[in-house]
């Protein structure tokens, strides 16, 4: 059976510096890797390239056994989502508008907040599909208000509420934990646990937060300098003395 992405031998470079190098590895169905790697290692840039954002210089990235399209959107309706380091949410308009706007985008329909601002064209059956996302991320009482009132933890659901409405496999999580304190972190754990054990979308999880990667991901594979320097468990790849060097000693 083939894996649900491999990455195969993938390079990047912008303007002769090589920031992505010989970077290979495969993620199973409902299978979660933890990324990781000091600022600058190059985890962001191959989260662009796996999600069609940046074309790859040499190397290969193939979902079940197949190559993918080069638009994002279309690889986004391959069942490839992400969400970003920073959250960006428009004034005035509800929690539940942002994960519709997500929605009908994901469908391909243009102008979706025009669509919403002049005579709400979304269906029941939309909106449904929406609350049941933003229940399973514990924003389900909180769809009425206007997303920019939230938390920066219950930011960063909405933003996974929107990665989910394609009901994607692979889901590139970039730094979910980025200025959440220690509670509002054990709560996205949560969530994103439970949003892997009800959708079976396998997660790939950059964080430079060891206590989340270690609760979320099954396998982890550490970056430096656009290399993979180890792979393996969490346990493995924490105490690999190159690791230790390169990024341990570096990280806040
Ligand atoms: N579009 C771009 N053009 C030129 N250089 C870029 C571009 N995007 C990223 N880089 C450079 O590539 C390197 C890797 O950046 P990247 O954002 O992938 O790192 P990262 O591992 O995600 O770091 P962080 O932990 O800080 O988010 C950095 O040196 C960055 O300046
Ligand atoms: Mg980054």
Request: aromatic content about 4%; glycine content about 10%; overall charge negative.
């Amino acid at each position: 059976m083939n894996h649900l992405l491999e990455v195969d031998d993938v390079s990047k470079s912008f303007g002769g510096h090589a920031v992505v190098r010989h970077v290979s590895f495969v993620l199973d169905a409902g299978a979660s890797l933890g990324l990781v790697g000091s600022n600058g290692a190059g985890k962001t840039t191959l989260f662009r390239c796996i999600a069609g954002e940046l074309p790859i210089d040499s190397g290969s990235i193939l979902l079940d056994g197949a190559a993918l399209p080069s638009r994002p959107d279309a690889r986004a309706r391959r069942g490839i989502a992400r969400t970003f380091q920073i959250v960006e949410l428009f004034g005035g308009q509800t929690v539940l508008d942002h994960v519709l706007v997500a929605l009908q985008a994901h469908q391909g329909r243009q102008g979706p907040w025009r669509d919403l601002v002049h005579g709400g064209r979304t269906s029941s059956s939309e909106r449904e599909k929406c609350m049941n996302i933003l229940a399973l991320v514990g924003l389900a009482d909180r769809a009425e208000i206007p997303a920019t009132t939230l938390s920066l933890g219950d930011r960063r659901a909405v933003e996974l509420a929107r990665a989910l409405v394609g009901e994607p496999r692979l889901l590139l999580a970039d730094e979910p934990s980025s200025g959440l304190d220690g509670e509002e972190s054990r709560i996205l754990i949560r969530i994103l646990n439970r949003v892997r054990k009800e959708t079976g979308v396998a997660v790939i999880l950059v964080d430079h937060d060891l206590g989340t990667v270690k609760a979320v991901a099954d396998t982890v594979i550490a970056m430096d300098a656009g290399a993979v320097i180890a792979a393996g468990s969490y346990e493995t790849v924490v105490s690999n003395p190159q690791v230790m060097s390169s990024w341990l000693g570096q990280s806040s």
